[in-house]
């Protein structure tokens, strides 16, 4: 692949994706107008994932087209949020949209030559997408089959806000226990990902090692 479509930009998608790990409370209240600011900060992601993935054309078309469909799901969502299906066709959107931003940041993980700031910015973007990766599996399934997930604080419906909060404490292994997995399905999904996220860690950190050791040598 060509590291140009990365380099210098990843600082990039990791301030995006802090940023909307950090305002996503803004949306909680119902407000429509909070709800498409998000949206349109999303895409900001969306924009990001499309310059990283163009290290081909076939990559640029699709990245593009997936940003296309989802700005315009989103934006339906928006207007309609109790509606099943724009809920689940959202999720499904942005679950592809994040397995293909992973896959291209991962690329260039396992495949650059030397440890830098893109690397470590490119991991640690990678880390907070595999929390948002899990969000829509979890939106999916609750919408699917309500009540898989509960929250013993708030005592409602639990709303995408409180997957995107379950995901990333799950993917830490924090667990709380404010917000649980109640089916065996939800309880399946949420021990996939801690076990993602503690691979993550060991197999991201051996890599650096290595790199780290490799560049270090006296050529």
Same mark, same amino acid.
């Given at each position: 692949? /060509? /590291?140009?479509?990365?380099?210098?930009?990843?600082?990039?998608?990791?301030?995006?994706?802090?940023?909307?790990?950090?305002?996503?409370?803004?949306?909680?209240?119902?407000?429509?107008?909070?709800?498409?600011?998000?949206?349109?900060?999303?895409?900001?992601?969306?924009?990001?994932?499309?310059?990283?993935?163009?290290?081909?054309?076939?990559?640029?078309?699709?990245?593009?087209?997936?940003?296309?469909?989802?700005? =315009?799901?989103?934006?339906?969502?928006?207007?309609?949020?109790?509606?099943? $299906? /724009?809920?689940?066709?959202?999720?499904?959107?942005?679950?592809?949209?994040?397995?293909?931003?992973? $896959? =291209?940041?991962?690329?260039?993980?396992?495949?650059?030559?030397?440890?830098?700031?893109?690397?470590?910015?490119?991991?640690?973007?990678?880390?907070?997408?595999?929390?948002?990766?899990?969000?829509?599996?979890?939106?999916?399934?609750?919408?699917?089959?309500?009540?898989?997930?509960?929250?013993?604080?708030?005592?409602?419906?639990?709303? $995408?806000?409180?997957?995107?909060?379950?995901?990333?404490?799950?993917?830490?292994?924090?667990?709380?226990?404010?917000?649980?997995?109640?089916?065996? $399905?939800?309880?399946?999904?949420?021990?996939?990902?801690?076990?993602?996220?503690?691979?993550?860690?060991?197999?991201?950190?051996?890599?650096?090692?290595?790199?780290?050791?490799?560049?270090?040598?006296?050529?």
């Amino acid at each position: 692949m /060509k /590291k140009d479509t990365i380099k210098g930009r990843a600082i990039y998608v990791l301030i995006l994706i802090v940023l909307l790990n950090v305002i996503y409370p803004i949306t909680s209240n119902g407000n429509v107008t909070a709800l498409i600011i998000y949206q349109i900060l999303y895409a900001g992601l969306f924009v990001a994932g499309i310059f990283i993935a163009s290290d081909s054309r076939a990559h640029l078309i699709w990245s593009a087209s997936i940003a296309v469909v989802w700005l =315009v799901v989103a934006i339906l969502y928006a207007l309609d949020p109790a509606s099943f $299906w /724009k809920t689940q066709m959202t999720y499904f959107i942005l679950l592809i949209f994040h397995i293909t931003i992973i $896959w =291209v940041l991962m690329r260039f993980i396992f495949t650059s030559e030397s440890v830098n700031a893109d690397v470590i910015y490119a991991a640690a973007a990678v880390y907070f997408l595999l929390s948002f990766l899990f969000v829509p599996i979890y939106g999916m399934l609750e919408v699917a089959a309500p009540g898989s997930f509960i929250d013993n604080t708030l005592g409602t419906a639990v709303s $995408w806000q409180q997957l995107v909060y379950f995901s990333l404490i799950t993917l830490s292994t924090a667990g709380y226990g404010d917000v649980l997995p109640a089916s065996q $399905w939800a309880r399946m999904l949420a021990g996939l990902e801690v076990t993602i996220g503690v691979l993550y860690v060991a197999i991201l950190m051996a890599r650096l090692v290595s790199l780290y050791e490799i560049h270090r040598k006296p050529q």
